[in-house]
């Protein structure tokens, strides 16, 4: 035999009161949880089918509308974001703004650096990759020289080319010499 329904007349009226002023199928399956089985005693099977949901989901919304956590108030936390932030984007923007600033001025950025600053910051250890997400999320890009280094000299590396000496390559099936033509 199933337990009795709990619930009171301050219950009902607040659970008509929010029939009314349903703006989504959800609260109004959440109140219609509530209202079925104390005005017309549905067990909450037949809640469940009524309205379209599994028992334990009914059960659910049944327990959290009595305790007053309304599906899809306004107050509550949405789905999404950043629920595990360290900093809002704002003390992000502060917090990169000298390291940006060096970067710009011809300076390198040093991710280590902004680890090291970010622990301080946060007053316990981090990861690296959080330095990284940090910076990503601000649109740093790592930037690298490509096919030369920054500090080479084109005209010293043509005169080697010119006045190095020839080398032979062994061949790999003979084991003699071979003369490249270059």
Not at 45 to 57: L, M, P, R
Not at 65 to 79: E, K, R, S
Not at 134 to 152: A, I, T
């Amino acid at each position: 035999m199933a337990r009795p329904v709990s619930g009171d007349a301050q219950a009902i009226e607040h659970a008509q009161l929010a029939v009314a002023q349903a703006t989504t199928a959800e609260q109004l399956r959440q109140a219609q949880a509530v209202l079925l089985p104390l005005l017309y005693g549905l067990s909450l099977s037949q809640t469940a089918e009524v309205t379209g949901i599994s028992v334990g989901w009914a059960c659910q919304l049944r327990r959290r509308f009595i305790a007053g956590d309304l599906v899809g108030a306004a107050d509550a936390p949405t789905p999404g974001g950043r629920q595990r932030q360290n900093m809002s984007l704002q003390e992000e923007v502060e917090f990169l703004a000298p390291f940006i600033d060096k970067a710009k001025q011809g300076g390198i950025l040093v991710v280590s650096e902004v680890k090291a600053a970010l622990d301080a910051r946060l007053a316990r250890p981090v990861a690296l990759s959080s330095a990284y997400n940090l910076l990503h999320r601000h649109n740093w890009r790592k930037l690298v020289p490509d096919k030369h280094h920054p500090q080479s000299d084109p005209q010293a590396q043509q005169e080697w080319k010119k006045n190095s000496p020839k080398r032979s390559r062994k061949s790999s099936k003979t084991g003699r010499a071979v003369k490249t033509s270059s």
